[in-house]
């Protein structure tokens, strides 16, 4: 059996065969362009893909950030609406009693004139005075009791001012600091020159006077 050759091949050898590997390894030119090409498309690619990615992330946060100011406008403008809604009902609450007021104190007047037509002290005879008046008169102080009543809780009504002055009667003039300031603006200016003739006349007087 023969003894293989185990000594180390010279350099020129050793060259030769790593020229051949590297020529059977190697590409051509279009094979070559084709593995670049493909390289060129592959990082085309995953620069779009990374844009995306970019793009996606820069329009979740602007939705987000849009979201949260949408968000807070509907929770201020709600509650401005919800407050304007309460605030209504309460004064539609309080004229509706009011006006449910208004309409028993105007029953209540018309159930007076119905008894108040039907007296007609003019046609009573003269022989039974007396008794009518007993009849007529507790009818005339219920009448007037319950119009002095009416009167008097109607100042509170804040709606309407229809009970505030009995017919006949003149609105009472409010008192008002402007014209207290006026009037008082007016006194001072019709009082100042004399006021500073007399304080005049005493600083003469005085000076003259001083040894």
Not at 155 to 162: A, E, F, I, P, Q
Not at 172 to 181: A, D, G, I, V
Request: glycine share 2%; hydrophobic share 35%.
């Amino acid at each position: 059996m023969p003894i293989a050759d185990q000594r180390q091949q010279p350099p020129y050898r050793q060259m030769e065969f790593s020229q051949r590997a590297t020529g059977e390894n190697a590409l051509s030119p279009e094979r070559a362009r084709e593995q670049a090409e493909k390289l060129r498309q592959q990082a085309e690619l995953i620069e779009q893909q990374r844009q995306h990615a970019e793009n996606q992330s820069r329009e979740l946060e602007q939705n987000n950030m849009r979201k949260a100011r949408f968000n807070d406008e509907l929770n201020e403008i709600g509650t401005r609406i919800h407050n304007s809604v309460r605030r209504i009902e309460r004064e539609l609450e309080s004229m509706s009693k009011e006006q449910q007021e208004l309409e028993l104190v105007c029953e209540c007047f018309r159930h007076h004139l119905q008894i108040l037509s039907v007296l007609q002290p003019e046609q009573w005879p003269t022989d039974g005075v007396a008794e009518r008046l007993r009849d007529a008169l507790p009818k005339l102080e219920r009448a007037d009791n319950d119009f002095n009543e009416a009167y008097a809780y109607g100042r509170k009504y804040r709606h309407t001012d229809v009970l505030l002055n009995r017919p006949g009667e003149t609105a009472e003039r409010p008192f008002k600091w402007k014209s207290l300031k006026q009037d008082m603006a007016r006194g001072l200016a019709f009082h100042l020159p004399l006021f500073l003739l007399i304080l005049i006349s005493w600083l003469t007087y005085t000076l003259i006077s001083t040894p």
